[in-house]
Nanobody
Framework: QVQLVESGGGLVQPGGSLRLSCAASGSIFSGKVMAWYRQAPGKERELVAQ???????NYADSVKGRFSISRDNARNILYLQMNSLKVEDTAVYYC??????????WGQGTQVTVSS
């Protein structure tokens, strides 16, 4: 069964932190390069961080130094630690394989709102 379940979002003040989690089915997660994406209102979905099965990571310039992606390969869970949050980080956050398109299965996402 294909599954992506994101959680951990919420309302946080600028400068705050959140930790997102994504529980994935093995068919999507195992051995794959996984990523966190986000989509703000009126904008295209963008990839913000990715990690391969060895833990090698890459980040979008907009989040570099503030976000940290990691994975638990034994439990098929993807994480995103978000620090020093900014108002412009407000978006719905999704996890999926790198290269996933609108034709792929997507979970419901988790809303992150950064506001004072």
């Amino acid at each position: 069964q294909v599954q992506l379940v994101e959680s951990g979002g919420g309302l946080v003040q600028p400068g705050g932190s959140l930790r997102l989690s994504c529980a994935a089915s093995g068919s999507i997660f195992s051995g794959k390069v996984m990523a966190w994406y986000r989509q703000a209102p009126g904008k295209e979905r963008e990839l913000v961080a990715q990690v391969n099965r060895y833990g090698i990571t890459n980040y979008a310039d907009s989040v570099k130094g503030r976000f940290s992606i990691s994975r638990d390969n034994a439990r098929n869970i993807l994480y995103l630690q978000m620090n020093s949050l900014k108002v412009e980080d407000t978006a719905v956050y999704y996890c999926n394989q790198v290269g996933a398109t609108a034709r792929n299965y997507w979970g419901q996402g988790t809303q992150v709102t950064v506001s004072s």
